[in-house]
């Protein structure tokens, strides 16, 4: 091997090295993004510009003073530090800090399935009827206007406490629009279908009405049954199970696969309209 080429495999580890390191730091910084350990970390930066200035201009005091505060602070980092390294850990261990970039949409639908998810599963359990409808390409507008603004983070403790019996908000529908709460106690139009069952009720027929006039998902707790329905260009799917109504709205909020009413229906269920 030439002296030439030993120059070029060390400049190429050279750049592997330093490319590395780079996209360490890079992923560390996404995983203590957004907590505490921000602050820590520039306070721990200005330790470090004040101990390279005193070294610089012989402030011997400043300098020893500094000097100390370096030597103890890897102990005080690891302790301040402790919930941020256990959670680089975890996502070590899960194979997750090095994988692809969760964007802020992708977690906040994330957050919004459980949410629903959630909610879903206590309503059923507990036959508080619900009515939920999801904006999709289609604009809501003249039905979140019949309704109470909210614009509100969705949470399942806030979806639970607007469906309560007797409470000023239960009596209509909950229009989702971009993973927020848009407006609560709105009216859907009903659906004329002559062949609906005759023993849906008005959430059911409401949900189907929406469905046939936009490209909502609208999902539906029975106040007789508890069971969980959902409807969606004209169609509606009674008596979904939870991990039915997991991968629906994955598909809905986190576009998993082609939003196409004969992909979105392939799970099965008890199938009207």
């Known amino acids: 091997m030439f002296p030439g080429d030993l120059n070029v495999l060390n400049t190429l580890g050279m750049v592997v090295d330093i490319t590395l390191v780079t996209y360490v730091i890079y992923k560390l910084i996404t995983v203590i993004r957004g907590t505490r350990a921000v602050q ?5 930066t200005v330790i470090l510009v004040v101990w390279l200035l005193s070294s610089l201009f012989g402030l011997r005091t400043l300098q020893w003073i500094m000097s100390q505060a370096v030597t103890y602070g890897l102990l005080a980092i690891i302790i301040i530090f402790q919930p ?3 959670r680089a850990l975890e996502q070590l261990g899960r194979g997750r800090i090095f994988g692809r970039n969760i964007t802020p949409e992708e977690e906040n639908a994330v957050k919004t399935v459980e949410a629903i998810l959630k909610s879903m599963k206590y309503m059923a359990k507990r036959r508080i009827g619900a009515l939920i409808s999801i904006e999709n390409e289609t604009g809501m507008n003249d039905y979140v206007e019949t309704g109470i ?29 971009n993973n927020e709460i848009a407006a609560a106690a709105c009216y859907l139009p ?38 969980i329905s959902v409807t969606k260009n004209g169609d509606l799917h009674r008596d979904i199970d939870e991990e039915t109504l997991r991968a629906m709205l994955e598909k809905e909020l986190l576009l998993t696969e082609d939003k196409n009413p ?5 799970w099965g269920g008890k199938k009207d309209g």
Not at 262 to 266: D, E, I, P, R
């Open 40 to 44: 820590l970390l520039k306070g721990i």
């Open 84 to 86: 941020e390294l256990r």
């Open 149 to 177: 603004p909210m614009n509100a983070t969705i949470t399942s403790e806030l979806l639970i406490n607007i469906f309560i019996p007797n409470t000023p908000l239960h009596d209509g529908a909950v229009i989702m629009r």
């Open 190 to 227: 009903l659906s004329e279908n002559p062949f609906i069952s005759k023993e849906l009720g008005t959430r059911h027929r409401a949900a189907l009405g929406i469905s046939e006039v936009t490209d909502a998902m609208t999902l539906i707790v029975s106040e007789e049954t508890g069971s």
């Open 262 to 266: 004969s992909s979105l229906w392939q």
